[in-house]
C-alpha cells in the first residue's frame, strides 16, 4: 500500500521538487494520507493557475472588446447625435427661411395690395373729382366774366356826363386839326385784350382761349368747352399733365396749345392739342366721332375764342397719322407758320388729300387762317386723329352745306405707310398741288380777288 502510494507521489509531483520523503515503521495511514492529498491539491492548483490566468485573459480581450464596442456605439451615437444635432439646425434655419420668405411676401402683398388700392382710387375716383372741379372753376370763371354787362354811354351816370359850359370851353380852346382821341373798346383791357378772359388771366397768365363744340342748333351736345393755355417754349408740354389752375398733376391734363402757334402773332396755323379721355369722354374724345359722316354735318363749326378775338371755324379736313416720325413716315402736321403763300398752299393741299372726308365747299385761299386739333387715337401705337378748320372769314355766312359731304374711299385717302402696312392697301398717285391746280383738280381753292 505504502509503495503504491509513492509511486503516485513521483508522477504528480514537479520535477525540480528534489526533496526527500522518509516514512517511519509505522507511519500513520492517516498521515500520509493527508499528505498525499495536500501534494495532489497543491498540483492541481498549480495546474488551474494558467487556465484562470487563460480564462481571465479571454475574458480580459471580451472586456476590451466589449469596451471598444461599447466606446464605438457611444462614438457612433455621438456621431449620429452631432449628425441629428446639424440636421435639426439646418432644418430649423430653413424652417425660419420660409417663415421669413413668406412673411416678406406677405408683406410685400400687402404693400401691393394697397398701392394697387390707392392706385385704383386715384384713377376711378380722385382724378375723375379733380377734372370736374378743374373744369367747374374754369367754366365759372369764363361764364360769369362774359356774363357781366360791359361799359358803355348807356351805363354811364349822370354825374359823368360833360358839362355843356366845360365842352364849350374846350372847343372853343381846341383847333380844327386837332386828331380826336379814339373812344377806348369797353369790351378790352388796356392790353388789347377780350374782358371776357379778365378772371381767367388773373387765375392763370397762360390762358390763350376758349374751345367749345355745339352742334347746328347751337346746343353743346358734346363736353368740349374748356379753357385753353399755353406754355413756355422750354416746357411746351408742361400742361399735358398739369392742372391748368393749381399746377397740380392732372392726368387728363389741360388743353393746351402749341409752343410755336401764337395768338399774339397770329399764327396763320393754331394747334391745340388736348387728350382722348375715352373712360369719361372728357377733353378731346369727341373728336374721334368725327370718324362718322353723320356727326360731322351735325357739327360742321367749331367755336374758339383767343383772348383778342372771337372767331368761328368751319371744318375742312379730318385725318390720321402718325404723332412722331418713329417709324420714318411722319407728316410735318405741326406747322404754325408759314414762308410763303405757296408753302401755306401746298400744306393745305397735302392735310386735304389726307382727309376721310370730301368737303370742297370750304374753300381756302392764302389769306386764310387755320385752327389744328389734335388728339390720340388707336388706329396704330402713337397715332393721331387731326381735325383742321378755317376761320369764317369777315362778312362771311356762317352756315355750312353739308350736303355735298362725303366719306371717301379708302383707295382715295392717303395714308402713312405705317397704316398700310398694317391695314393693307396702296397708296394713291397724288399729284404736285401745282399739277393738280393746273389740271383743275382742285375746287377748294379761292385765289385771292376772285
Known sequence: MAKKKNKINKNIMPKEDNTEITYNNE????????????????????????????????????????TASDEKVHVEEDTTSEEKADIDVEAIKKKKQKKLIFRGLRILFTIGFFVFAALFI?????????????????????HYQASMPTMNSDNLLEDDEPDEEQGSEIVSDTTDNVTPTPTPDPNRDDLGRLRKFTNLLEANEDVKGWIRLDNINGENDTKIDYVVVQSDASDPEYYIDKDWLTHDYLKAGSIFMESSSSVERNSQNLIIYGHNMTSSDDM?????????????????????????????????????????????????????????????????????????????DIDINEEDQILTLSTCSYELKNYRTIIVARKVREGEDISVNTDNFKKKDKKEVLYAPSFYWRYGGKAPKIPTFDAALEDGLIPWYNPMGR
Open 284 to 360: 378731346f374724345h369727341y373728336l374721334l366721332k368725327y370718324n362718322d359722316l353723320e356727326f360731322l354735318k351735325e357739327h360742321p363749326v367749331i367755336s374758339f375764342d383767343t383772348i383778342y378775338e372771337e372767331a368761328l371755324w368751319k371744318v375742312f379736313s379730318i385725318y390720321i397719322t402718325p404723332g412722331n416720325n418713329d417709324r420714318d413716315d411722319f407728316f410735318p402736321f405741326i406747322k404754325s407758320n408759314f414762308s410763303s403763300d405757296r408753302d401755306f398752299m401746298e400744306y393745305i393741299y397735302q392735310i386735304r388729300v389726307r382727309s376721310l372726308f370730301q368737303m370742297d
Open 27 to 66: 507511519s500513520s495511514d492517516n498521515k500520509d494520507t493527508d499528505t498525499i492529498i495536500d501534494i495532489a491539491d497543491q498540483s492541481i492548483q498549480d495546474e488551474n493557475v494558467p487556465l484562470e490566468e487563460d480564462t481571465t485573459s479571454e475574458e480580459k480581450a471580451d472586456i476590451e472588446e466589449g
Open 122 to 142: 386715384n384713377e376711378v375716383m380722385i382724378q375723375p373729382y379733380k377734372l370736374k372741379k378743374s373744369i367747374e372753376k374754369a367754366k365759372d370763371l369764363y
